[in-house]
């Protein structure tokens, strides 16, 4: 079974990572190489600011912090959504969900992440609404 837990972990398209309590990566899967560009010889090590945009930091940080202290989320179940950016400068869509990492003594060590790039959906539904509020505009002007 361990070895069909790493297979699934490792293989995953999705992004998979884990961050200690300082917010360092400790593990990054294939997938998160494919969709953040670092290879994980790169990330692990680097503090999580490695995928986030530089303005976003701030308030990430703020809300990390909180966790680890308090070991409490709201985000314990569902997706979040948050842009994330590329080794190459791209920003991109991202859902994803956390788990909360504790010891035995359930003493918080980090969290672990599964993410998904959901940059193109994001851009057709941004296309879509745009679309109808041309349509909705028009369709105003025309009643008037």
Known sequence: MDRLLEQLVEQAPDAMLIADREGIIRFWNSGAEQMFGHPAAEAVGQS???I????????????????????????????????????DGTRISLEFSMVLLCDEAGVMQGCASVMRDVTE??????????????????????SV
């Open 121 to 142: 959906r994001w851009k057709k539904e941004k296309e879509l609404k745009e679309r109808l509020s041309t349509c909705e505009r028009e369709l105003s002007r025309l």
């Open 52 to 87: 986030i945009p530089e303005n976003l930091r701030s308030r990430h940080w703020e809300g990390y912090w909180r966790v680890m202290a308090s070991g409490e989320t709201k985000y314990k179940t569902g997706l979040l959504s948050s842009p994330g950016i590329r080794k």
């Open 48 to 50: 999580l600011d490695l």
